[in-house]
Structures are given as C-alpha cells and as structure tokens.
T-cell receptor, first 114, second 112 residues
Framework: DAGVIQSPRHEVTEMGQEVTLRCKPISGHNSLFWYRQTMMRGLELLIYFNNNVPIDDSGMPEDRFSAKMPNASFSTLKIQPSEPRDSAVYFC????????????FGPGTRLTVL | EDQVTQSPEALRLQEGESSSLNCSYTVSGLRGLFWYRQDPGKGPEFLFTLYSAGEEKEKERLKATLTKKESFLHITAPKPEDSATYLCAVQAVGGSQGNLIFGKGTKLSVKP
C-alpha cells in the first residue's frame, strides 16, 4: 500500500486566498483525521471522520476552516480566507475503527501564508 | 484543562549513553497514553500504547512505562538512527476516540 497520500506537499499563498489541502487515506481504513502542527502549539487535532461522517470537529479553529469527506477514499481541508497565522504543517492520518494504534500519518502539507 | 508536558525539549546523547524522556499529563480520566516517533519532514509514527499505571511496553532499544501522572520513554544504548522527535499524547475518557492531546515533543540527537 502507498500509505496516506497528501497533496500538495508544499503550498505558498497570499493572505486572503483560498487554500485546499487533499488527502487519500489507506484503502480499508474507515477513520480519517486532520491535524495541524506548529512550533508554538505542537500537534493539534482539527477534525476526525468515521465512515465519512464528521465525529469531532471541536479542534477546527473557526468558520474559515471546513473539511469534507465525500467518499471513503478522499478528504479535503479548506481554508477561506487564509491568514498568516494559518501557516503550519497539516497532517492527514487514517486508521481502522478510529483506533490510534492502527493510525498512519501522511507526509504532511507545509502551508505558508504570506 | 487536559494537558501534556514533555521534558526535556531537547536531549543530546552519545551513542550507547542510555537516558529517559518524560511525559507528564493532567487529564480528568486517562483512556490511553501514546508514544510516537517523528523524523524531520515526516508524519508521526506510532510506537506504543499504555492504558494503566504499571504497564510497560518494549520495542528494540525503547521501553515505555506509565504511572498515574507521567510516562517515561527509556532509551537503552541508543544509536544514531534513534535520532528523532518523540511525541507523547493522551486520550481522555469522555473525549472522542480520535481526540488526542499531544505534548510538544522531545528532540533526541544521538552522536556517534
């Protein structure tokens, strides 16, 4: 298996622009997680899907952030409008049954908002 | 408020010099404590799960232990390839299964 696939790997954009990050989970996994990692705050869960349904979005910072999972093999995280404080590495992870010990992380998307 | 604190922030060891990393946690009820390894430019890689005080898990040169307030990751005779950032996370009772609270990590460097 290719593992969790994220695209793009790097994104540089200007403040106010829309940013869309993409994730393809491991085939057969039914849980998907979006995380954000910064030096200041460390790794934080943004949202967690189980069977394509959002279960916990308490970590989503504000209305500028939205996430979708239209099917079992694809998810997006959108930021509109983007702000410099959104600069971070965004990770997608997938697992079976939501269990952390079967969770695999993707390589991340490094987002820079100028 | 649930919280995870890791110390030290950075640790430099000589190859073969054993040491321990600390993860202190404050949580209303612990469902599980998790250790990860993160290499530069990559996502975290799961290492261990600990569920109850007194539990221990081992993998190669790493051993994780758990008490009611903290966890230790013991590294015995480390090698340069053990260099990475080690993250600790807790899962609280009452929280969603996927909701982990992470520490900021300990960056370990092992010199040959």
């Amino acid at each position: 298996d290719a593992g969790v696939i994220q695209s793009p790997r790097h994104e540089v954009t200007e403040m106010g622009q829309e940013v869309t990050l993409r994730c393809k989970p491991i085939s057969g996994h039914n849980s998907l997680f979006w995380y954000r990692q910064t030096m200041m705050r460390g790794l934080e869960l943004l949202i967690y899907f189980n069977n394509n349904v959002p279960i916990d979005d308490s970590g989503m910072p504000e209305d500028r952030f939205s996430a979708k999972m239209p099917n079992a093999s694809f998810s997006t995280l959108k930021i509109q409008p983007s702000e410099p404080r959104d600069s971070a590495v965004y990770f997608c992870a997938s697992s079976f049954g939501g269990y952390v010990d079967t969770q695999y992380f993707g390589p991340g998307t490094r987002l820079t908002v100028l | 408020e649930d919280q995870v604190t890791q110390s030290p922030e950075a640790l430099r060891l000589q190859e073969g010099e054993s040491s321990s990393l600390n993860c202190s946690y404050t949580v209303s009820g612990l469902r599980g404590l998790f250790w990860y390894r993160q290499d530069p430019g990559k996502g975290p890689e799961f290492l261990f799960t600990l569920y109850s005080a007194g539990e221990e898990k081992e993998k190669e040169r790493l051993k994780a232990t758990l008490t009611k307030k903290e966890s230790f990751l013991h590294i015995t005779a480390p090698k340069p390839e053990d260099s990475a950032t080690y993250l600790c996370a807790v899962q609280a009772v009452g929280g969603s299964q996927g909701n982990l609270i992470f520490g900021k990590g300990t960056k370990l460097s092992v010199k040959p």
